[in-house]
């Protein structure tokens, strides 16, 4: 109750400038809703965006998306596995042979079913910022909320899967294997292939001029290599470098 009372107390500004819509001028530029966005399929309408908004989630559950490659964009995933896991697809493959098995046995009811709603309602819930939206669907990071259900529901079908013994195995495996794999990714694969993605090039410039001392002249570096990086993106370098300060004077 005291966590409570203190988040609420100091979340009271933010909570004010949502109401007031100061904070919600992103959003509502890349809400499904937006009459501009919704005029190129036609007269805007709740019914409009409501159609785009159940388009965009199923985009969330593609097999690509999920089980093969991920986020298309390469700065939110790696794209050498899916937004599940090895261990996520085995917990669910898992959860589909125990459901068959027990409604065989008509043992449904012993399933754990308030848990079981929690996880799935928790997930569908953590996609919808992301479908609420029209950029760069599916988009993992504005449905990272529902990693928390997949862990959930992942780890209860996994903790199952541990009293079987030729389960056990097979989750060992694949968690040393899929740990493995995830490493190389990790460690060689993906730095290369993000390179560009995290302007790796302004990157190591900013970096030699910060070592030389001539962090200011990176402006004109990016420009003479014919690298067009906003003035405001740069003032990060020399941030860090401590070459500028954000003081007021």
Known sequence: ????????????????????????????????????????????????????????????????????????????????????????IFGFLVAIGASLRF??????????????????????????????????????????GSLVFLALGAGGALHFAWKHRPLRTATLVLAVGFLGFYWKVMIFDYPQKADAWFDGVVAQVAEQLTHQGRIEALDGELKAARINYDPMATAYYKLSSGAISCQKK
């Open 103 to 144: 409604a065989l046995a008509k043992r449904l009811h012993q399933f754990r079913w308030g848990e079981i709603s929690f996880v799935i309602v928790g997930y569908l819930a953590g996609v919808l910022p992301a479908a609420m939206t029209w950029e760069s669907n599916p988009h993992a990071l504005r449905s990272i």
């Open 1 to 88: 109750m005291l966590f409570v009372a203190v988040a609420a107390l100091l979340s009271l500004p933010l909570i004010r400038l949502t109401l007031t819509g100061e904070l919600q001028a992103r959003f509502s530029a890349l809400s499904v809703f937006n009459p501009e966005y919704l005029k190129q399929f036609g007269e805007p309408s709740f019914s409009l965006g409501l159609r785009e908004l159940l388009k965009n989630f199923s985009l969330h559950f593609s097999p690509s998306y999920l089980l093969v490659s991920g986020d298309a964009n390469v700065r939110h995933s790696t794209q050498s596995f899916g937004e599940w896991g090895w261990l996520e």
